[in-house]
């Protein structure tokens, strides 16, 4: 069974960090490009950025260039997002997804609050 399971949301105020990983199981990590989104109440879900199935391509949405940082640890089936200098617009459920060729996996998602 595959699963993607996110951890790391909290509660912070302007300016602070967190940090988020994703990890999966059940399938064969390095396989998958990882993107995270963000959905906010009321708001479509949107990219946040994604890191290929190896790690040597990574991109960001324009908000949060500089301020988010993508990696991975394959041998760990992790994805971390680094987020720092955070502002209340990044406030929102964060979920990963993973994608392959062949399929696509969804992690349930982690609230990230940001207050002002």
């Known amino acids: 069974q595959v699963r993607l399971v996110e951890s790391g949301g909290g509660l912070v105020k302007s300016g602070e960090s967190l940090e988020l990983t994703c990890v999966g199981s059940g399938l064969l990590f390095m396989r998958y490009a990882v993107s995270w989104y963000r959905q906010a109440p009321g708001k479509e879900r949107e990219l946040v950025g994604m890191?290929?199935?190896?790690?040597?391509?990574?991109n960001y949405r324009n908000s949060v260039k500089g301020r988010f940082t993508i990696s991975r640890d394959n041998g760990g089936n992790t994805v971390y997002l680094q987020m720092n200098s955070l502002k209340p617009e990044d406030t929102g459920v964060y979920l990963c997804?993973?994608?392959?060729?062949?399929?696509?996996?969804w992690g349930q998602g982690t609230q990230v609050t940001v207050s002002s």
């Open positions: 997804n993973a994608v392959s060729s062949e399929d696509y996996y």
């Open positions: 890191i290929s199935g190896a790690g040597d391509i990574v």
